[in-house]
Nanobody
Framework: QVQLVESGGGLVQAGGSLRLSCAVSGSIFSANAMGWYRQAPGKQRELVAA???????NYADSVKGRFTISRDNAKNTVSLQMNSLKPEDTAVYYCNAEIRRLGASWIDSYWGQGTQVTVSS
């Protein structure tokens, strides 16, 4: 089965940085789009950043210029470098990947368990 394991979350002061990483394991043929979502208390889950297998990126307006997404297609990993963090960035961050498994002709969407990011003022 396909699994997504996240790491790098934690507590940081405003203005600081964190780097989130997500490793995808399993019998994978290819990973298409990969990205990060977040959900703060009382809010809906929202897209933070995503990248296609070809390198096209998409960022939420609130994080442009501060966050950078990257991926290693050979290792099926995706990372999110978060700089100049603000208290409003506090949320649970989820890794997401659209994956075609070996032997399958279709694509499924997979989610990590989430990692807490807390930014103090």
């Amino acid at each position: 089965q396909v699994q997504l394991v996240e790491s790098g979350g934690g507590l940081v002061q405003a203005g600081g940085s964190l780097r989130l990483s997500c490793a995808v394991s399993g019998s994978i043929f290819s990973a298409n789009a990969m990205g990060w979502y977040r959900q703060a208390p009382g809010k809906q889950r929202e897209l933070v950043a995503a990248m296609s297998s070809g390198g096209t990126t998409n960022y939420a307006d609130s994080v442009k210029g501060r966050f950078t997404i990257s991926r290693d297609n050979a290792k099926n990993t995706v990372s999110l470098q978060m700089n100049s963090l603000k208290p409003e960035d506090t949320a649970v961050y989820y890794c997401n990947a659209e994956i075609r498994r070996l032997g399958a002709s279709w694509i499924d969407s997979y989610w990590g368990q989430g990692t807490q990011v807390t930014v103090s003022s």
